[in-house]
């Protein structure tokens, strides 16, 4: 019993010399943000609805900020939204950031009831009418799940109003969509029932949102229904490089057993649809495995990158390069470290981790913050203004972080921007010895950027929408100045 | 000098109390031997695996049990035989195998999910009867794979392993991150 009280008293000791440093770091509410070559410039609470993926869409004279949420907490399931004064579970956030020193709110379309993972509507993508090949040219068409169970289309032409178009239905759980607005294509993270693994793809043509058209269903041979045996790691996102590039960019797992898997779109869309082992491997090029202790969340396809230190060479000057970012899921740091990866894919079927890139830990006592440490999601925006050039990494509680990527064999963190918390910024917890012990603190979700080089982010942990610009050394290496 | 002496004696203390809780903390079950993990790392911690007297089981079981903490389906838990597919460790064993019939509900250590007979191919060409079990807390799994035996009797037998006082102990103990 001695021995005991002893360790304990001593343990903390050991709290006390290492950590002290530590928990002068938690963020308290009405402390500044902290930040390094970026600037906020406008921000908006989204009615305290915690924050999944922000697309955002030149529409008109307008730009507009489409948000997709998680559902609600175990405290406030549905919030209330003070425009209708009712309780609405969380959904699809609008709002017009035309100016963006000034966002304003439009309105809040109610996703699935349920709380976390298992409510709200989590992703969100944006197709003009007049883009796609049998669209009403004047509508503007929001593609955003409905929790786990559908898919939704809606027009949104009159962003204050949106009209329900389609929905997709009868799933068990849906994810990041990919939907090509030049053919339509979409390539949809369901959940289809018969399938044995969560998520996997349902290839429609969306050409006309009106009327959509089933292709096939797709995913990793194991998956299929019927099959026997180990179930490979589920699906959670695609990225097509559309019919120029004819690749699709798939990223299985999430923080664990991850890899890449580079389809052919061409053989994906006019192969054999039957979801047989042979024909669900025959569009499949390659596949990076990564280690079991990292998942694919993204995966960010940059061809034909000029790498300068290879300028002199005679072959292999430019580069077709892969940004792998995976997602952080546990509180504090129980997990192995989960990060950015560039892949060379040069040569396709022997593609190459060249580089990776994290936060350091050190920098701001991350593990001890509270929440989520790691990294979740990029933008995916291939807008000239950053494409190739520089990428933005949502990385939880460090926030957003600016990576110069012109040569990604060595990327370079030029710039990072960690929003204050406030009274409405949710806790997160970790069991200690049986018991939930609690911090509060920035939960960066996820980013994305416009073409005018704004930048934004939003917060799973409720803290809302954060516009951000780059300044100083990050604008000059973006080429901005 | 003194606080690199306070920092020694502290982490020494830490080292000699976590033993001892880990120790306090291993079941005893009689029949039951608990040996090294035997397969590589993967994405999860390594877990606990225990080997069956002849005596008890009739012939050689294996049980493989660990916690997996951080499961996306926190409010479904394991839903499905699906799930037990996906989390059991079955495929650690071999990534062939074939479900004998629809899976079970089973509750254990107040955590509630599934259970599922198999018949596993090995690389040798042997076939072995193996069970697959998933239960969940919240966010979190402890997943059980054991081999050897027969369906029904291997089921019996893992469940009443896994159903000991000091076994459940242990699982609430892991998944409260009070082991590893």
Redesign the interface.
Known sequence: MM??G???A??W??LL?YGGGAVAQSQIVGAPPEASNMRLVGHNDLQARSAYQPTIHHQGERWIAYIGHHGGTDDIPAPVNPQTGKAEPNGTSIVDVTDPAQPKYLRHIPGQE?????GGAQMVRICDGKALPKGDRNAVYMLRTFGGEAHEIWNVADPQNPVLITRIGGLKDTHKNWWECETGIAFLVSGAPDW???RMTQVYDLSDPAHPIKIRDFGLPGQEPGA????PTELHGPISTGVEGNRVYFGYG????GFLQIVDRDKLLKGPKEPTPDNLSSPEISRLAMS??NGAHTTFPMKGMPIAEFAKDKDGKTRDILMIVDEA??NEC??PRQMVWFADVTVENRPMMISSYTVPEASGAFCERGGRFGAHSSNESMAPIYYKKMAFIAFFNAGVRALDIRDPYHPREVGYFIPSITEKTDKRC?????KDRCKTAIQTNNVETDERGYIYIVDRANTGLHILELTGDARKAAGLE | MRRRLLIALAVAACTLTGVAAYVGARPAAAGWQEIAWPFPRDGWPAGRAFRCDVGLCGETVELYVRPKVGFCNCDSGVADDDEVDRVADIDLISARFVADRPGSVVQLADMSGRMRNYSLHMPDGSRHAALGLAVSRRCDLVVAAARGGSGARLQQLALDFLGKEDVRRWMTAALDGRWH
């Open positions: 021995l005991r002893l360790g304990v001593c343990c000791i050991v010399a349920g709380k976390y993972e298992a044995r693994t969560r026997t045996g180990a179930v999430t923080n664990k057993g079991a202790f899921i546990l129980n997990e970790v069991t200690i010895d049986g």
